[in-house]
């Protein structure tokens, strides 16, 4: 079976200040992983995904991920966050065909 | 959101009565999927379908039912089986296998049942 973790239900950051919202996994086999954005009352959107090579994925609105084998983790990180950024973010794996398994999601508070 | 449709938006049924959720796509993909997501909880799929006129169960298909006789197409049906059907439900397409293609999600649809 396979399962995600993100550990911190709110993250709190100042505007311009780096952001980092965790998430780990647990899989047999190959990971594939996935983080998406939602807004309120809204669909998820898709940020960005690692399926093999270079650890570090550069995704959407200059979001990026880093991949880590060792400590299966695929946290999400911005070097400047803004007030628009302030939304909840789900990490996602998949290892079994098209089937992902969702994390229970993280809201990210952006403060002027 | 793009290229995902999902109506109504917000859906109000009493207890008892069976109401049936449309979700429509434009990108081509062969998968089609339905989730689930409550307050403060991660996403919880119910039915998938790979293919047209295949659909298979997720993890919480009791108490919803689905069809698949077009590509483009994928409507969900709460039924009055369902115990606690007032939620917030999420369309989703992607590409086929075998690769893992990233998830298309419609903006949802809000069912309140009273």
């Known amino acids: 079976a396979q399962s995600v973790a993100q550990p911190e239900d709110q993250v709190n950051v100042a505007e311009g200040n780096p952001l980092t919202v965790k998430c780990t996994y647990s899989?047999?086999?190959?990971?594939?992983l996935f983080w998406y954005v939602q807004y309120p009352n809204r669909g998820l959107q898709f940020l960005l995904k690692y399926i093999t090579g270079d650890n570090l994925v550069k995704g959407s609105y200059g979001f990026e991920a880093e991949f880590n084998k060792s400590q299966t983790s695929f946290h999400l990180k911005k070097p400047s966050a803004l007030v628009s950024d302030s939304a909840l973010y789900f990490c996602a794996v998949n290892n079994a065909g098209n089937m992902l398994t969702f994390g229970g999601g993280t809201r990210l508070m952006v403060k002027p | 959101d793009g290229g995902i449709t999902q109506s109504p938006k917000y859906l109000f049924r009493k207890e008892g009565q069976n109401v049936t959720l449309s979700c429509e796509q434009n990108l081509n993909h062969d998968a089609m999927y339905w989730y689930r997501q409550d307050p403060g909880q991660g996403l919880r799929l119910i039915y998938y379908s790979q293919i047209v006129n295949d659909f298979q169960k997720g993890d919480i298909a009791e108490g919803y039912s689905v069809s698949r006789e077009k590509k483009e197409s994928f409507p969900l049906t709460v039924t009055s089986a369902q115990k606690n059907p007032t939620a917030f439900y999420l369309c989703?397409?992607?590409?086929?296998?075998?690769?893992?293609?990233?998830?298309?999600f419609g903006p949802g649809t809000r069912l309140t049942v009273t």
């Open positions: 899989v047999s086999g190959n990971p594939y």
């Open positions: 989703a397409s992607s590409r086929g296998q075998p690769l893992p293609y990233e998830q298309y």
